[in-house]
Structure formats: C-alpha cells, structure tokens
C-alpha cells in the first residue's frame, strides 16, 4: 500500500477533523501521523506497519508485491549502526559506502550491503536484511539497494564516449565503480570520464563535459544523474505508509 495523504499538521500530531485525501501521483504533502510537510518522508521516524484495516505495508525498499519508481539516495536509504548480518556474496574495500552500493548494483543477485566507514570495507548480500534481519551495531552501516534510486554502472555508461573539460579533479581509482562514487560523494560532479587501461578517473562539473558528448576510443563516460535516478521525491528507509479507513 503506497500512500500519500494531504494535509498541514506537524510531525507526530494528528488531524483533528480526521480527513485526508489519497494522493498517489508525487508524494509531496503529509500523512496524518508522521509527515513534516513537504520533506517527501525525510523527517519521518515512527513505524506504521499496518494499515488501521490491519493489513501489512510494503516497506519502500521493497520491489513486491507492488513495483514503484520511489527511492532514495545512498544516504537516505542507509540504515545507520546497523548490520545486516550473513548472506555474503563477497567483501572487499572501497571508497565510500557510494561505492559500495554501485558495487552491488553491478553484481548479479546482490540485494544489500553492510558497510564499515573506520576501514571502508564493504559486505555485498544476496538477501535483504542479511541472513537473519537486522541488527544494532555500533560500526557499521547497511542498506537494501532496492531502496536506493537510479541505475547501475553498466545501464548508465557510454562506452567509447568522452566528456572532455570541465574537470573538478583527476584521480586513480580501482574501477569504474569507486570513480562513479567518488562523483556520488562529491557535490558539485555531475559526470565522470573513465580511462580503463590505467584506470585513470576524471570527476565533471557540467553533466557532458564542457562541450558535451565525443567519440573516443580510450574512454568511457556517464552522467551522475543516471546513477541517482530522476527526482521522484527520496522517502528513506522509514517509510511505512498508513492508509486511511476508506483506502483500499
């Protein structure tokens, strides 16, 4: 059940004259119970499990039993000092945690990721919430990549394409991943330009390069926006709705 519920009230207080109206196209308003108006969920800290008919929500980080185009953004979707324990498919360092959620993107099977900022390691899961659900833990941080929005590396990069100039910076990097979550992580990057024979990473502040797309042979390109998904409004990892008693 994906709702939305216009309204005014402020976080945790309730409507008095107790009426709300469905609105399911861009959720840009509050829900009765738990919305700050206008921050698309962000805000949002008490769990709603249920409908009022008691039946059971979809959390936004899932993909079933409805499809949705909602998400979020690496940071919005992370679940902080949590760990989602077992059901590794492979660890390894990285980056940033950015890197690590393009990382499971571009792994087959991969739905969630633990991550370890004091040594940047990153634990790739091929089960949401790990192997047992999740856990407090005071070092790491986990998400489940549905949550996040945008594309993958390999759906977003234009092979034998150069974005030339506009750079912010020239780096090393391990792959093309850590390059495109370096740019994740820098503000003002909007493409990157990746040369994958020494691995040498260009970040951009115009989102084609200076003059836009080129043909090269040596290089591949993509644009940041590809990767963060368009602007559908970011809901989080807290976003359980609560549907209205006249809501089916």
Not at 9 to 28: A, F, G, M, R
Not at 51 to 79: A, D, F, I, M
Request: charged share 20%.
């Amino acid at each position: 059940y994906f709702c939305f519920f216009l309204g005014s009230v402020e976080h945790n207080q309730t409507n008095p004259n107790n009426k709300t109206t469905v609105y399911s196209i861009k959720p840009i308003i509050t829900n009765k119970f738990c919305y700050a108006p206008r921050d698309l969920g962000k805000s949002y800290s008490v769990y709603r499990y249920t409908t009022v008919s008691g039946k059971t929500c979809q959390n936004w980080s899932s993909q079933s039993p409805h499809t949705h185009r909602y998400g979020g953004t690496v940071s919005e979707c992370l679940h902080y000092y949590t760990d989602f324990w077992g059901a590794d498919i492979q660890s390894f360092g990285v980056a940033n945690v950015e890197e690590c959620a393009m990382r499971c993107k571009s792994t087959s099977n991969c739905k969630a990721i633990t991550f370890r900022s004091t040594d940047r390691y990153c634990w790739l899961k091929r089960k949401e919430f790990g192997q047992n659900g999740k856990s407090d833990h005071s070092t790491v941080h986990s998400l489940n990549i549905a949550c996040v929005k945008g594309g993958s590396v390999g759906s977003c990069v234009r092979r034998n394409t150069d974005f030339w100039g506009a750079d912010i910076t020239e780096m090393r990097v391990k792959n093309i991943e850590e390059c495109g979550g370096r740019c994740m992580a820098e503000p003002k990057c909007k493409s990157i330009t990746y040369r994958p024979s020494d691995a040498n990473c260009w970040l951009k502040y115009k989102v084609e390069g200076e003059n836009g797309p080129s043909s090269h042979s040596t290089v591949e390109s993509l644009r940041v926006d590809c990767l963060v998904g368009d602007d559908y409004g970011s809901v989080g990892n807290h976003n359980y709705c609560r549907n209205p008693s006249n809501a089916s």
